[in-house]
């Protein structure tokens, strides 16, 4: 496990700027705005040549009941559980506050070892903050300017030590497992007992298949996430739009990796008013675009809505293969008639796909979770499919003898040559004669068979037609 260190404080002193300094990305959300965060969020970190864990959490709060505040506070413990050492945030610009103070008599009672950072100090306005830092009690403050990109050495020079004495002993850990294994086989009498027989050589199934959930306001992806994880990862409640930074959590289902994203709910354009959730549609947005599978989860309270035709025309059109979840399932009382007009909705509304996997859930319950990670499963292999050049052509031909392209000026338009030129989504060059006559209605005609002939349901199918070459141009 690499060390993981968790960036912590009270709201608005610049958490998140540090997190995507370290991460070397604009991961999280940053804004003027105080607790913009909510869920805590890991990424790796990298300093100079250190690598470790980040966890940005959200600003601590003296709240200690079952409202925002409060499950916030509860969401920074949980994170702080799983850190080898604490930075404690102040803004050395508005000096030591109260909640700095209770927070710094809170942190020292952990049993992680922890550092004063003090941030905003790239002018002389910090400096007196700074000083006045010493009085927390957790040593000597480092000054830094997480915007610019001040005083990273001595955050460098203050983790170099904790790394390092965290690798020799993972290094130490490896060292006595080896032996361990060793001694196995030495006294195990030639008997087959696994050890290294479970080589992995497939890419897919050394990299995770990264699966965005998304959906409107409120259907329950949060409650989603938590449950296929089996833990409070990602705050839950009542209120509409709790979640604001896309939640990324590494998971394994069936022996393969998977990287869950739980993302903001996405409303109609016209009702995303104010600059917090249109920071929220576009990182949602971006999960989308980064995801290879999308579990579009529906309120099945609520039935279908235009909004969710929207988001999913979106993932269709990014190229990602989709999974339908119904959840709230549990609560419906006519459900044969309410699938009956999903199905019909996704079918007539969604032309570029085909039998997408739609399955009813209770994410609260925990039913047919397991159902629906199977249906992700399978659709990202379809994703990935790939169909041999000579059996595509051969299956070109038939399908022109009994629907030849229409006539160009009396002549034929013939399908002279097609590959599959990549999958992920599964990609077709079909070469043409007259590529500027040939028409969208045999195009569809073509990508139609292409899935009930080889079994490409669920993903988007991308058709590109290209010019023969001529070979007497010259």
Not at 15 to 41: C, E, I, M, Q, Y
Not at 173 to 186: G, H, P, R, S, T
Not at 362 to 385: E, H, I, P
Not at 414 to 422: D, E, F, N, S
């Amino acid at each position: 496990m690499a060390f993981t260190v968790a960036i912590i404080g009270r709201p608005n002193v610049g958490k998140s700027t540090l997190f995507n300094r370290l991460v070397g990305k604009r991961l999280a959300l940053v804004h003027d705005t105080p607790g913009l965060t909510r869920d805590w969020r890991e990424a790796d970190g990298h300093l100079v040549d250190l690598n470790f864990k980040v966890i940005d959490t959200a600003g601590l709060e003296e709240s200690f009941d079952d409202s925002i505040p409060g499950r916030m506070r509860q969401q920074t413990e949980r994170a702080l559980e799983r850190a080898d050492m604490a930075l404690l945030v102040i803004d050395a610009r508005a000096g030591i506050t109260p909640m700095d103070r209770h927070f710094a008599d809170w942190i020292r009672k952990q049993k992680i070892p922890a550092a004063l950072i003090a941030n905003k100090c790239e002018s002389k306005v910090g400096i007196a903050g700074m000083y006045e830092a010493y009085e927390l009690g957790l040593g000597e403050p480092i000054a830094i300017s997480a915007e610019h990109g001040q005083g990273l050495d001595e955050l460098y020079t203050l983790l170099r030590p904790h790394i390092d004495a965290e690798a020799a002993a993972t290094q130490q850990d490896e060292a006595e497992q080896e032996n361990l294994e060793k001694y196995f086989e030495i006294y195990q009498e030639g008997a087959d007992i696994g050890f290294g027989d479970q080589e992995d050589t497939g890419e897919d199934k050394n990299n995770p298949i990264k699966v965005a959930i998304v959906g409107r306001p409120n259907v329950g992806k949060s409650t989603l996430l938590n449950m296929l994880v089996g833990e409070e990862r990602s705050m839950t409640g009542p209120e509409a739009g709790i979640t604001r930074d896309a939640v990324h959590v590494d998971w394994e289902y069936g022996g393969r990796k998977l990287r869950l994203a739980d993302t903001a709910g996405l409303r109609r354009k016209t009702r995303v008013i104010n600059v917090i959730e249109k920071m929220s549609v576009d990182d949602t947005l971006r999960a989308i675009r980064l995801a290879q599978v999308v579990i579009m989860v529906l309120d099945a309270e609520t039935m279908f809505e235009k909004q969710d035709l929207v988001i999913l025309s979106h993932a269709i059109n990014e190229g990602r293969a989709v999974v339908i979840a119904i959840n709230k399932w549990d609560a419906v009382k006519h459900r044969d008639k309410m699938l009956e007009e999903i199905k019909y909705e996704v079918e007539t509304s969604l032309a570029q796909v085909r039998d997408v996997p739609t399955i009813t859930i209770s994410a609260k319950n925990n039913l047919r979770l397991d159902q629906l990670m199977q249906a992700v499963l399978d659709t990202y292999d379809l994703w990935n499919k790939r169909v041999p050049t000579g059996r595509l052509n051969r299956w070109l031909h038939a399908m022109e003898e009994q629907n030849p392209a229409p006539l160009v000026h009396g002549r034929p338009n013939r399908l002279r040559y097609m590959t599959q030129i990549k999958a992920r989504p599964p990609t077709f060059a079909l070469w043409v004669g007259r590529p500027d006559d040939y028409p969208e209605m045999h195009k569809r005609y073509l990508i139609n068979n292409l899935r009930k002939d080889f079994d490409i349901p669920a993903t988007p199918i991308r058709f590109i037609v290209k010019a023969s070459k001529n070979p007497y141009v010259d």
